[in-house]
């Protein structure tokens, strides 16, 4: 079956006076480096990875608003590398994007009828009274009281606000929403609300979702597919299943360590205090991206040369030097993310 | 439990309402905890539940439009809630600090870090500033930022999020405070660099013996670093308990709900282990304000009020129906020794 998103070989790049800031060099350069997936019909793929990975700006170049300096992206076998402006009304209906930030994405000026009457004026044609029925059927869909139409944004809570922002991708009856974040600001109980929602919506309508995120526990919950990102490189892929399984790409073991689970058994994370080689931001596009802070360095080949792609299934690659077996043999303690070490209530410290 | 003359801060009875509109809303009713020599509490709950209010008081802070309606705050033999603002002065920053959610709302753009932290030291303790300066970069030191000296002379924006995390934490140790107020300090950070952080406040207060209260919604991080939790729901305390027994036991139904809600990489949550609804301030019954949301709620339940009472030793909880909830080792119980597969 044809994916319905397919990413081949991206390269993006910001350019121009940005590069000028003072340790903000490394920007000048690609910030997304031969990245390739796809997302199929009915299927959410995961972009994770820290702040500068990259994944929003994946995202950013999907939606249209920045152009790729390398590379395709094709929705539906279309090359839809285009800038938003160029793009046709249906392309626009089909992708939707939802921020993190529900606050800037809706105008606090307008009732939510007004906010979600735009998208349907805009791509429907359709009688006022039916655009206001299927408003009504929209808040209902994301589990909202239809009288919430008469409503400001400033009278609803953060999750019911990003209800509402849901409510206005689904407007447009997408076949891809993109993601960016949007569960990170809010309240456990509420984002735990809000992932049963993405994925009632999912069964009942068979959209996909492009889920960014940088909680892995919120990804392994929700997405068959994880890419695991860090500054522009794909470190690792594979179903769900895989990536949070072992072998563990170096990185991915690190975040995974770096999780605090509600679980006072459990020991505090075994990473180090401090990083000590500042963030990475030396890195000067030789070797591995992640040399300079990987616990499992094994030498100048890291340093020097650029890591193999490692097939550990049809399904899961690494991107690593160590052979995935040997990784997998030493991750051997992490099969249940933390057990065999005494935790630091125990041990006293 | 050691007495309450030992306690660094005894909070007694706080009661704090906002003004909205033409009406006093009620938004901390009557909370009490203490905080002990070295010990950190946390104090959790979902936004809007009074967690940040109830920390502000701690520096006499009040805003605009909020009264304390009742309470005490017992600091070093004082009311904190009755000093004036110039007695408050000499304790906010010095004996009390404050690390806020967002470090770069609270580092002055346009001045060099170092100098910011150079005038904190001025400003609590008369020295020389050759002296400040040399601290300064000692305190940066022990935050664990990599070439002290070099980085005192950079300005915030050239620092990365948890760099000036660490500049803040610097300038709240600057006076060795018997007391630190973290509110969510690492919401706004990654992952690695939250852990890095969380270990960096666990050694900081092993080596200054301060008292720590942990404002948060990540039980994650509660259960991480947290001595003793504290669950606030709807401006009530609802449970108070040492972090192991209120994971492996909790008893109210909130803190259960609030357990179960988060989202594990070992053991992904089912949707139905959920809080039903939202807390709604204009909706809050006399009794119980958690009745509504409350799969156990009975008809009494939303006429009486709760308050704390002792369930286990140093364990208080206010919920009547604490005994008869079936299996109160539930959450503990449910959670398998191997990550089980995503349910699709």
New interface residues.
Partial sequence: MKPLLEVRDLDIAYSGSRGRM??RRERADAVVRGVSFTVGANETVALVG??GSGKTTIARAIAGLLVPSRGQILFQDRDIGARVEQRSKELHREIQLVFQNPDSSLNPRRRIRSILDRPLRFFFRLSRRARRERIGELLQDVHLDPRYMHRFPRQL????RQRVAIAGALAAEPKLILCDEIVSAL???????I??LL?ELQAKRGISYLFIA?????V??LA?RVLVLYRGHVMEEGT??EV??RPFHPYTE???????????S?P??A?????????GVGWTGKGCPFSSLCPRHLGSICDEETPPRRRVSPTHALLCHIPPAELAAAQASL???GDGAAS??ASG? | MSSPAESVVEVDELTVDFWERDHWVNVVNKVSFSIEPGETLGLVG???CGKSTTAFSLFGYRRPGSRVRSGAIRFDGRDLLRLKERELRSIRGARICLVPQNPAGSLTPSMRVGTQLVETLKAHRASTWRKAEKRAVELFAQV?L?EPGEIAERYPY?L???QQQRVVMAMALACSPSLLVLDEPTTAL???????I???L??LQ?EHGMSMLYVT?????????CDRVAVMYAGELVEIAP??EL??NPRHPYTR???A??????A??G?D???RG??RREELPDGCRFAPRCAYAQTDCFTNPQSLAPVAKDHRVACWLWKSIPGARRVAAE?P???T??P?
Wanted: glycine content about 10%; charged content about 25%; overall charge negative.
């Fill in positions: 003072p340790f820290e702040s809570s953060g999750g019911e309240d456990v109980s509420v984002q735990a609300n992932l049963d994925r940088h909680d892995l526990a919120v392994r919950w068959q769900s299943d949070f399984s690190m975040l995974l360590k770096s999780v605090p689970e509600p679980d006072v459990r505090l994370l990473v180090a205090e401090t990083d000590g080689r500042t963030d099969d249940s993310l630091h209530r410290s | 979902e936004s809007g664990g990599p050239e990365s999020g948890g990654d992952v690695t660099t939250q852990a890095r969380l270990k960096l666990f050694r092993g919604h990540n039980l994650g991080v509660v259960a991480q670093i972090t192991v994971f492996e709900g609030l357990i809600a988060v989202p594990r990489i070992s992904p949550t949707g282990a959920t809080l939202l807390l959670e020794a191997q990550a597969p995503v699709r």
